[in-house]
């Protein structure tokens, strides 16, 4: 069992932008979610534990490695699925992960030979591996950047917006790799998707303008939430008066009209009814967009 511990890390940018604000994180083998409106600090906060970059203040340890003293320890046991794995080469799968091997590290030829296969395998692309990585679908292109973030048997693997770009099938047949490699290391998986949430990790924290707002079980949240979300289905034009007297979290379109989920402690009666709280609603009831949503 490996043990990630993030403390009170900071990190303003030139620019002025806070990106990081005491963020402190504990975490275990298992998938962990991380989750947080676009701009949040979540791949400031991935880059920063993967020592892509620096923080002003704070400090990481995995196990007994200290990150930012040792960062060429952490890279050995460290997988990267970035944003954007960068532009594919017209070269074949097994091609690309061998060489991607050899820059890892792995000398001997018949070792790293075997790996790639077992890799190949692990990611459903043996049938694949002789055809170019270019001509890929996104689908297939993000199991190759999960094929290579496996290379060495790291102890964590970080996968930054992993589903962006994928259809539903291509989707559920990442998750569940993800959740077949997420039972032995620890993976950090780093989404505004709250279905990604949902659907693979049994611990998650929810990250607004650089500071962890909420942290702990999926199923926790739900529960603290419990009896005080209420739905109704209003007019567009009567939205702006709700938005000023009740708790709007989330403004969805159902069917052309919006549906308004609130958060209240008591009956707001008006029609409402109460509902079961989902994780959506979590999210928006933790993150700073009261003002946006209508
Ligand atoms: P997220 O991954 O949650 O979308 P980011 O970590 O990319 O968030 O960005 C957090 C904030 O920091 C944003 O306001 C973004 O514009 C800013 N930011 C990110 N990278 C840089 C950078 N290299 N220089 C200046 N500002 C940056």
Redo the contacts with the bound molecule.
């Keep these: 069992m490996s043990h990630l511990s993030i403390n009170n890390l900071s990190k303003t940018?030139?620019?002025g932008?806070?990106?990081?604000d005491n963020v402190s994180i504990e975490l275990e083998n298992g998938m962990f979610g991380l989750l947080?409106?676009?701009?949040?600090?979540?791949?400031?906060?991935?880059?920063t534990i993967a020592t892509l970059?620096d923080a002003d203040t704070g400090s990481v340890t995995l196990d007994d490695i200290n990150i930012f003293t040792q960062p060429e320890e952490l890279r050995k046991v460290l997988g990267y699925l970035p944003?954007e794995f960068g532009v594919y080469p017209r070269i074949s799968a097994e091609q690309l992960l061998n060489h991607l091997a050899i820059l890892k590290g792995f000398t001997n030829g018949k070792e790293r030979k075997e790996m790639v296969k077992y890799l190949l395998d692990k990611v459903n692309l043996y049938d694949k591996r002789n055809k170019s990585v270019k001509g890929f679908s996104g689908g297939m292109k993000q199991r190759v950047g999960i094929a290579q973030a496996l290379i060495g048997n790291p102890k964590l693997i970080i996968v930054?917006?992993p589903t962006a770009g994928l259809d539903p099938s291509e989707r559920n047949r990442f998750y569940n790799l993800l959740a077949d490699v997420g039972k032995e290391v620890i993976v950090i998986l780093?989404t505004?998707i709250v279905d990604d949430v949902r659907e693979l990790c049994t611990k998650m924290a929810i990250?607004d303008q650089?500071q962890i707002v909420y942290q702990g079980a999926p199923q926790e949240s739900l529960d603290e939430l419990k009896g005080m979300v209420y739905q109704k289905i209003v007019s567009r034009d009567s939205l702006e008066e709700y938005a000023v007297n009740y708790s709007i979290i989330s403004n969805k379109m159902v069917g052309g009209q919006p549906v308004i989920h609130i958060l209240s402690e008591t009956d707001p009666g008006n029609g409402f009814e109460q509902v079961r709280p989902n994780l959506e609603d979590v999210f928006f009831s933790k993150i700073n967009t009261a003002n946006t949503l209508v």
Excluded: C, I, T
């Design positions: 940018y030139p620019n932008v806070k990106a990081l947080g409106p676009n701009g949040a600090g979540k791949s400031s906060l991935m880059r970059q944003q930054d917006e780093s505004h990250m650089g």
